[in-house]
C-alpha cells in the first residue's frame, strides 16, 4: 500500500508508541463553520491503484498508476503517474476526468535539481481543467510548493499546496494537502495526512460546491512517484 510522504514523517515524528492523530493547518476563515462548509472523508481511496469511492452523497470509481525511470546509474529520473476517475450523483450527469503528472530530474551528490519541475494537467468531459505547477522552491530549496488552477461551469479556483500541520512548526517538504482559493477568498480544503483523504467543502447548493468536489477527488488520486 502506498502512503503518502507526510503521513510517514507524522509516524516518526510522533512516534508509534503514542500516535495521536495530526492535520494539514485549515486557512483561516474554513475551520469552525459548519453552516457554510462540510467535512468528508473520501472513503475507498486508501492505497489502492483501482476500485469503488464515496465522496458524501456520490460515489464512483477510479484507477491510477505511478512510475519511476532512472537512467544512467539514477543520474536521470523520470515520474509520471496518471490518475481517471467517474463520480456519479443521483440525478445529475456523471462527472468524468484523467489526469497526467510529469517531472524530470537530475542527480548531482545529495541535490535532486529538476529539469520539468513537477505539472499536473486534468481534464473533465464537459471542458473543465486543471492545471498544477511547482512554485519556485521555498525554504532555501527543501519545499515542494505547488500552486496551480481549476476552471469549470463558471467557476474559477486557485489551488496552492499546503505545508504545515496543525500545532506543529516546521513545515513538511511534500504537501500536507491542499487549500482552494477564489477571489482570495478560502473555499475548500484537501486533507493528504492521513490514509483515507479528508475534504472540506462548501455546501449543496452554492456555485463552488461541485468546482471544489472535482478538483479536490482529481489531487487526492493523483500518486507522487517521488514519495
Known amino acids: 500500500m502506498k502512503l503518502p510522504l507526510s503521513f510517514l514523517a507524522l509516524l516518526l515524528a510522533t512516534g508509534c508508541a503514542h500516535i495521536k492523530p495530526a492535520h494539514m493547518a485549515l486557512p483561516e476563515g474554513l475551520a469552525g463553520d459548519p453552516a457554510r462548509f462540510e467535512e468528508l472523508s473520501l472513503q475507498g481511496i486508501g492505497g489502492k491503484a483501482r476500485g469503488d469511492f464515496?465522496?458524501?452523497?456520490?460515489?464512483?470509481?477510479?484507477?491510477?498508476?505511478?512510475?519511476?525511470?532512472?537512467?544512467?546509474?539514477?543520474?536521470?529520473?523520470?515520474?509520471?503517474?496518471?490518475?481517471?476517475?467517474?463520480?456519479?450523483?443521483?440525478?445529475?450527469d456523471a462527472v468524468e476526468a484523467e489526469c497526467r503528472a510529469r517531472r524530470t530530474e537530475v542527480q548531482r551528490s545529495a541535490l535532486a535539481l529538476p529539469v520539468r519541475p513537477f505539472t499536473v494537467d486534468c481534464d473533465w468531459r464537459d471542458g473543465a481543467r486543471l492545471k498544477l505547477d511547482a512554485e519556485v522552491l521555498a525554504a532555501g530549496g527543501t519545499q515542494e510548493a505547488r500552486k496551480g488552477r481549476y476552471e469549470g461551469g463558471g467557476v474559477v479556483l486557485e489551488l496552492r499546496s499546503v505545508h504545515q500541520l496543525q500545532g506543529t512548526k516546521w513545515p513538511l517538504s511534500q504537501p500536507a494537502g491542499y487549500a482552494l482559493w477564489q477571489d482570495g477568498v478560502a473555499v475548500g480544503a484537501l486533507d493528504l495526512t492521513g490514509v483515507t483523504?479528508?475534504?472540506?467543502?462548501?455546501?449543496?447548493?452554492?456555485?463552488?460546491?461541485e468546482a471544489v468536489t472535482r478538483a479536490a477527488l482529481a489531487l487526492a488520486l493523483l500518486w507522487d512517484p517521488a514519495t
Open 54 to 92: 464515496k465522496a458524501g452523497d456520490a460515489g464512483g470509481r477510479f484507477e491510477r498508476s505511478a512510475s519511476r525511470l532512472a537512467l544512467f546509474d539514477a543520474s536521470i529520473s523520470f515520474d509520471r503517474a496518471s490518475a481517471r476517475y467517474t463520480l456519479q450523483r443521483e440525478g445529475a
Open 197 to 209: 483523504p479528508r475534504l472540506l467543502r462548501p455546501r449543496t447548493g452554492t456555485p463552488q460546491h
